[in-house]
């Protein structure tokens, strides 16, 4: 009976050992591609919000870290890249997070110029309600397209606010939170970059995953 018992344990631990190494091995050869095809996306969202033919750097390489609580959301770090042109910075994507969303965290990448103009905004992380909140994917509808061209006329620019609250930016039927708290916080990450591009530039470099 312990003869028994003692072989049984040890064929659930050989078990164990072999579902632990193939889970090892699983991971150890799908993380380079993982990695690869989240670099892809992000050169991919770069090129939709800086104009190709603007910068001659790669603005992927240039990341840096930024904490800012107050205006990028919370407390974690966002990161910033920086488009440059003979090696001039000329425009800046910086990560934020719209704390308030109906579901929760939205996460999102505002790209904007040297001059302060917002060059293009896409959503890149969201727990919205599908019909409704998914209203700020591109894919879904056009609405993150009509920040295009915009610049903060000062901090207090009450264009920065959905219609029902007086500003420039359309609601969506049903479901007003989202838009309101997507709108604040690239309103947030713009007051952001105007008062530290220098500072955005100078931010310690992103950490290399491995």
């Not at 409704?132 to 620019?157: A, H, K, P």
């Not at 708290?181 to 591009?197: D, F, M, P, S, W």
Request: proline share 4%.
């Amino acid at each position: 009976m312990i003869h028994s018992i003692n072989r049984n344990g040890l064929l659930l631990a050989a078990f164990g050992l072999a579902a632990t190494a193939v889970v090892a091995l699983t991971h150890a050869g799908t993380k380079d591609k993982i990695a690869e095809q989240k670099q892809q996306q992000l050169i991919a969202t770069l090129d939709q919000i800086i104009p190709a033919g603007s910068y001659d750097n790669q603005p992927h390489q240039e990341c840096h870290q930024l904490v800012s609580p107050q205006y990028l959301g919370n407390e974690q770090a966002h990161q910033a890249f920086v488009a440059r042109l003979n090696g001039q910075p000329v425009a800046i994507a910086i990560e934020t997070t719209a704390p308030d969303g109906y579901n929760g965290n939205i996460e999102v990448i505002v790209g904007v110029n040297w001059q302060g103009e917002i060059l293009g905004v896409r959503t890149l992380e969201h727990a919205e309600t599908p019909g409704l909140g998914d209203l700020i994917e591109l894919r879904r509808s056009d609405w993150v397209t009509s920040f295009n061209g915009y610049r903060l006329e000062g901090e207090q620019d009450s264009r920065f606010g959905v219609k029902r609250d007086g500003g420039d930016f359309d609601q969506f039927t049903g479901a007003t939170i989202t838009p309101r708290a997507y709108v604040k916080a690239v309103k947030n990450a713009l007051i952001y970059v105007e008062r530290n591009k220098q500072q955005i530039v100078n931010a310690p470099k992103c950490e290399v995953k491995s």
